[in-house]
């Protein structure tokens, strides 16, 4: 299938309408992908099609269960070379995306990508969750906080909740091992100030089933959290023992 064809029927699935200029837009975002993508590390995809369905509509799928307006701003943790935050950013150009990522090179493509695409409503900072999410300007500062194949969920939730605002929401892209995933991380998601709001298995065009996990924020983060860089991977909270 041609691949504008493709992008046409995965979105329609989805329940999203793209203009022509937002298709052009994501198309322009495969090509520099493919392009950059031979001289630099940014994605193991690199088939055309697979690119369109295990990326974009992939990214995309959060539409379906979280409504975006004018006013929601949003972080991506971990977005690598812009997944799920860009095919977002290029549907929702009235919403704010802030796209972190921990490795230089993967921001400046994001720079190039926001130049190339014209995105106004891009943020594209350098650095480690745990760190940003200690500045005031970022911490408890967004609606909704994405991520998707950045860490298990017990890492997870202490990178993204203290940037979510009380009454906001962090999903998490997960394959199939959500669930053991979940157990492991009741404690934690506790201790960050969170509650399990919901699990949607989401069916993606390549028929795969993966799982949105929303995680509501109703309390503050105590203010210890997250620990410093690093830590939070190496020995995440699986206990509800306190460090
Ligand atoms: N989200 C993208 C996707 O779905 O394709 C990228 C996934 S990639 C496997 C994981 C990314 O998370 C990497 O680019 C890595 O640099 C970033 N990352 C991991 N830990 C991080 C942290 N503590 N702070 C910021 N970025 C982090």
Same mark, same amino acid.
């Given at each position: 299938?041609?691949?504008?064809?493709?992008?046409?029927?995965?979105?329609?699935?989805?329940?999203?309408?793209?203009?022509?200029?937002?298709?052009?837009?994501?198309?322009?975002? /495969?090509?520099l992908?493919?392009?950059?993508? @031979?001289?630099?590390?940014?994605?193991?995809?690199?088939?055309?099609?697979?690119?369109? =369905?295990?990326?974009?509509?992939?990214?995309?799928? /959060?539409?379906? /269960?979280?409504?975006?307006?004018?006013? %929601?701003? /949003?972080?991506?943790?971990?977005?690598?070379?812009?997944? *799920?935050?860009? $095919?977002? +950013?290029?549907?929702?150009?009235?919403?704010?995306? %802030?796209?972190?990522?921990?490795?230089?090179?993967?921001?400046?493509?994001l720079?190039e990508v926001k130049? @190339?695409l014209?995105?106004?409503?891009?943020? +594209?900072?350098?650095?480690?969750?745990?760190?940003?999410?200690?500045?005031?300007?970022?911490?408890?500062?967004?609606?909704?906080?994405?991520?998707?194949?950045?860490?298990?969920? *017990? =890492?997870?939730?202490?990178?993204?909740? $203290?940037?979510?605002?009380?009454?906001?929401?962090?999903? +998490?892209?997960?394959?199939? %091992?959500?669930?053991?995933?979940?157990?492991?991380?009741? $404690?934690?998601?506790?201790?960050?100030?969170?509650?399990?709001?919901?699990?949607?298995?989401?069916?993606?065009? =390549?028929?795969?089933?993966?799982?949105?996990?929303?995680?509501?924020?109703?309390?503050? =983060? $105590?203010?210890?959290? *997250?620990?410093?860089?690093?830590?939070?991977?190496?020995?995440?909270?699986?206990? +509800?023992?306190?460090?």
């Amino acid at each position: 299938m041609q691949r504008e064809a493709l992008l046409r029927v995965g979105a329609q699935q989805l329940s999203i309408h793209f203009s022509d200029e937002q298709m052009k837009q994501l198309l322009r975002y /495969v090509d520099l992908l493919q392009e950059w993508n @031979q001289r630099m590390n940014l994605t193991a995809i690199t088939d055309t099609q697979e690119i369109i =369905t295990k990326h974009l509509l992939d990214s995309l799928s /959060v539409t379906s /269960v979280q409504a975006f307006s004018e006013t %929601t701003r /949003v972080i991506d943790i971990g977005t690598g070379a812009g997944l *799920p935050g860009i $095919p977002l +950013a290029i549907l929702y150009p009235q919403v704010q995306f %802030t796209l972190l990522d921990a490795v230089r090179k993967k921001i400046t493509f994001l720079e190039e990508v926001k130049t @190339q695409l014209s995105l106004q409503n891009v943020h +594209a900072i350098h650095g480690r969750a745990e760190d940003y999410a200690r500045q005031l300007e970022h911490r408890e500062q967004y609606d909704l906080a994405l991520s998707r194949a950045v860490a298990l969920l *017990p =890492t997870l939730v202490e990178y993204a909740l $203290p940037f979510v605002r009380v009454g906001g929401f962090f999903i +998490a892209y997960k394959g199939e %091992t959500v669930f053991q995933e979940i157990e492991q991380a009741t $404690p934690a998601i506790a201790l960050f100030g969170g509650t399990l709001d919901a699990v949607h298995a989401v069916r993606t065009p =390549t028929d795969k089933l993966h799982y949105l996990v929303a995680i509501r924020k109703i309390s503050t =983060t $105590p203010e210890k959290y *997250p620990r410093k860089a690093g830590k939070p991977s190496k020995q995440a909270l699986l206990s +509800a023992a306190r460090e």
